[in-house]
T-cell receptor
Framework: GDSVTQMEGPVTLSEEAFLTINCTYTATGYPSLFWYVQYPGEGLQLLLK?????DKGSNKGFEATYRKETTSFHLEKGSVQVSDSAVYFC???????????FGKGTTLSVSS | NAGVTQTPKFQVLKTGQSMTLQCAQDMNHEYMSWYRQDPGMGLRLIHY???????DQGEVPNGYNVSRSTTEDFPLRLLSAAPSQTSVYFCASSYTVTRGLPAYFGAGTRLSVL
């Protein structure tokens, strides 16, 4: 079945450092891919998405590119801030009417 | 526009008790779902619904019941609570027309079963 694999955390960075969180997926078709963020004590919020190969999703300085050849959707940010500390989830949706499938989440901690 | 509203935010139950977690959305979304979040496990799908009157099981449905009598509401029932059901529960909703549309999540219900 479909699945999402994320790099294990926690990831600990200093402010203004470069961030990469790896995400790879397994799917039978052509899924849509998402990154969600969960701040402490809150629900999940959509960070960015991509619906087809080579699409780049971007939001709040974060970017991820849908790479079909490597089945990856790595999250990047050039300069992280303390306020980016959160748990990040990679997810896929195979087709309309089906549930999101999530990775296990990666905790990011940014210190000043 | 409230989005997805979950109640209660916190709940403590004793083993064997039953309760209902409420979820309501005001976006006229067809698709609603319940997830549980446990440390190191990510989010796992419990039940979902593609429209009023239609529900189906997800990855971890045992011990939970759902119904969908209206588009807006999708309650999750714990029939006889067990300590293994201690978790954070999230309700989500989305359109089903296009797969690329994202899900919107509620703020969660933190449940402890003693």
């Amino acid at each position: 079945g479909d699945s999402v694999t994320q790099m294990e955390g926690p990831v600990t960075l200093s402010e203004e450092a470069f961030l990469t969180i790896n995400c790879t997926y397994t799917a039978t078709g052509y899924p849509s891919l998402f990154w969600y963020v969960q701040y402490p004590g809150e629900g999940l919020q959509l960070l960015l998405k991509a619906t087809k190969a080579d699409d780049k999703g971007s939001n709040k300085g974060f970017e991820a590119t849908y790479r079909k050849e490597t089945t990856s959707f790595h999250l990047e940010k050039g300069s992280v801030q303390v306020s980016d500390s959160a748990v990040y989830f990679c997810a896929l949706s195979e087709k309309a009417g089906t549930a999101l499938i999530f990775g296990k989440g990666t905790t990011l901690s940014v210190s000043s | 526009n409230a989005g997805v509203t979950q109640t209660p935010k916190f709940q403590v139950l004793k083993t064997g008790q039953s309760m209902t977690l409420q979820c309501a959305q005001d976006m006229n979304h067809e698709y609603m779902s319940w997830y549980r979040q446990d440390p190191g496990m990510g989010l796992r799908l419990i039940h979902y619904s593609v429209g009023a009157g239609i529900t189906d099981q997800g990855e971890v449905p045992n011990g939970y019941n759902v119904s969908r009598s209206t588009t807006e509401d999708f309650p999750l029932r714990l029939l006889s609570a067990a300590p293994s059901q201690t978790s954070v529960y999230f309700c989500a909703s989305s359109y089903t027309v296009t797969r690329g549309l994202p899900a919107y999540f509620g703020a969660g219900t933190r449940l402890s079963v003693l």
